[in-house]
């Protein structure tokens, strides 16, 4: 694992890098839920669009488990972003 | 792969429950603690919640406990090594009818005699507390400074982690699906790994313990609720400080440090599936209670919805006992909505009773038995 990647921001929403990732998936949160929980990523407004596949890359690289079979993580409702206004008078018409 | 038979003490559950008691009991010199969880660590209610902590209370005991609870999340990051994301901008009650402000008041004066410094606090300075509130419809509030909320996931694997300093092991994917008694006692567990033979097994498994109890041979009423929650974009701090809260406008709101929206309300009826399924009708109406009492909220964006179990008993108080027909089972659950907050002192007290101690605060009032005696605690404060 070459050291100078450490420094690169994985997600940007929640500003995590490779190195952190890294280092918590070191600990044994093995799986992208456990990682959302302890650093947040996934948790940004993209719902984890801009870092998921790099994380379940990363995790798979620890456990050598093929990314195909790495649970992705919990996908929660609604998957685009509305606003509450909207939301508050009955929905998207 | 290595599979270890026995334990000194195996505790059901990693949420914040029984992660606090695994670290109060290695904390007090157990050795050889392991903790079972069937899916991942969190993954429960505990990782669900709304994380608020109060001392608001209107029982002593709950009082106390919540008192308690506050003072030891403002030291838990320097006993645990790890920062838990506490966040105390207070707790803001609202009342909208003449008893429900009454009732606040009533237990305000129970705070106050209990060194808990809750005030009533007028419209204008809810507003200074909680800038573009808007409740011209609300009859009073009150206000203690030293409330707030925390982050659940960092409180729960802080004491994980600390625990397993101390030399407690974690078992994930591990679900225990059977409890050995003999003659009286607890005798171990089964689970789809492989059994672990123990003479204390704790049930901190949340909305699952009837399940649990059950297996042991012990009969609790406990039911489990689905209760829905939300969470907004991260939008500029200060829009909603302090945890806002009614019972009758049956709503939690609170704005996290890093300045998400996280709200929150009771169902209708009680829905007690585990499917734990989210509802338009939740997001629909607290979006209304949003922009109603927090008109600047409107264009702010909802990013999840999700649903926890509130594990309740017929009070709503706890379940915090040895079992009496199964020495060396423990129970520590029905924990309805303030289980987060009462963790880290309920996994105290069970520790101590395990070792034969005298709990600091009494709790033998949260025997299961009161339910059989008709002695429910009523607790006027509760959702
Ligand atoms: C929407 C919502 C909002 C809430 N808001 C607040 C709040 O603001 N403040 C507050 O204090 N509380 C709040 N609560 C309540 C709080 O979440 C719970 O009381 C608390 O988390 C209970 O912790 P626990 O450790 O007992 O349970 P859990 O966190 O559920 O942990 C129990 C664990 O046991 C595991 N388990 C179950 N069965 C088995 C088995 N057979 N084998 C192995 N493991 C098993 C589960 O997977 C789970 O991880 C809220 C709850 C919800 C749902
Ligand atoms: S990049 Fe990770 S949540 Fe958006």
């Not at chain 1, 996934?42 to 669009?49: A, D, E, F, K, L």
């Not at chain 2, 002593?60 to 790890?82: I, P, S, T």
């Not at chain 2, 809750?118 to 400074?145: M, N």
Request: proline share 5%.
């Amino acid at each position: 694992m070459a050291g100078k990647n450490e420094d690169i921001i994985i997600c940007r929403c929640e500003e995590v890098t490779l190195g952190e990732i890294r280092e918590w998936i070191e600990k044994g949160y093995e799986t992208f839920d456990e990682l959302k929980r302890v650093l947040r990523v996934g948790m940004g407004p993209c719902q984890g669009r801009g870092c998921r596949e790099m994380i379940l890359r990363e995790i798979s690289a620890k456990t050598k488990v093929p990314v195909a079979d790495i649970h992705p993580g919990t996908f929660r409702p609604p998957a685009k972003p509305v606003k509450l206004a909207v939301l508050a008078e009955g929905g998207d018409k | 792969m290595f599979w270890r038979r026995t334990a000194d003490v195996v505790v059901i559950g990693a949420g914040v429950q029984g992660c606090s008691i695994a670290y109060n009991l290695a904390k007090m010199g157990v050795k050889d603690i392991v903790v079972l969880e069937k899916g991942t660590i969190c993954s429960g209610s505990t990782g669900r919640c709304g994380a608020g902590i109060r001392a608001q209370w209107g029982t002593e005991m709950n009082c106390r406990f919540g008192l308690a609870a506050v003072e030891k999340f403002e030291q838990l990051h320097d006993e645990l090594g790890m920062d838990c994301g506490l966040n105390q901008s207070g707790y803001l009650m609202v009342a909208y009818k003449d008893s429900e402000f009454e009732q606040l008041q009533k237990s305000m004066k129970l705070q106050n005699s209990l060194g808990i410094n809750t005030r009533v606090v007028t419209y204008d300075e809810a507003k200074e507390i909680c800038p573009g509130l808007a409740a011209e419809d609300a009859v009073g509030f009150t206000f203690h400074e030293r409330d707030g909320h925390a982050d659940p996931f960092l409180t729960t694997f802080a004491y994980m982690e600390a625990a397993k300093r101390l030399g407690v092991e974690f078992l994930r994917f591990t679900e225990v699906t059977d409890v050995k008694t003999v003659a009286g006692r607890v005798a171990g567990v089964a689970t789809n790994r492989g059994d672990i033979d123990a003479p204390v097994v704790v049930n901190a498994a949340g909305g699952y313990s009837q399940f649990i109890a059950k297996m042991a041979g012990v009969e609790i009423p406990n039911l489990s609720e689905r209760h829905e929650i939300l969470i907004t974009e991260p939008v500029e701090p200060g829009v909603c400080p302090p945890m806002l809260m009614s019972f009758s406008g049956n709503y939690y709101i609170q704005q996290r440090p890093h300045g998400s929206i996280i709200g929150g309300c009771s169902p209708e009826g009680h829905p007690q599936d585990y499917d734990l399924g989210n509802s338009w009708d939740f997001l629909e109406m607290m979006s209304r209670t949003f922009v109603r009492l927090l008109p600047r909220t409107k264009g702010v964006r909802v990013v999840r919805q999700w649903s926890g179990l509130y594990n309740m008993t017929p009070d709503r108080q706890p379940v915090l006992c040895e079992a009496d027909n199964v020495k060396g089972f423990f129970l520590s659950c029905g924990y309805s909505g303030h289980g987060f907050m009462f963790g880290p002192i309920s996994g105290e007290l069970l520790a101590q009773l395990i070792l034969g101690q005298e709990p600091w605060i009494p709790i033998g009032m949260l025997h299961y038995s009161r339910f059989e005696r008709g002695e429910l605690l009523i607790e006027p404060a509760v959702v």
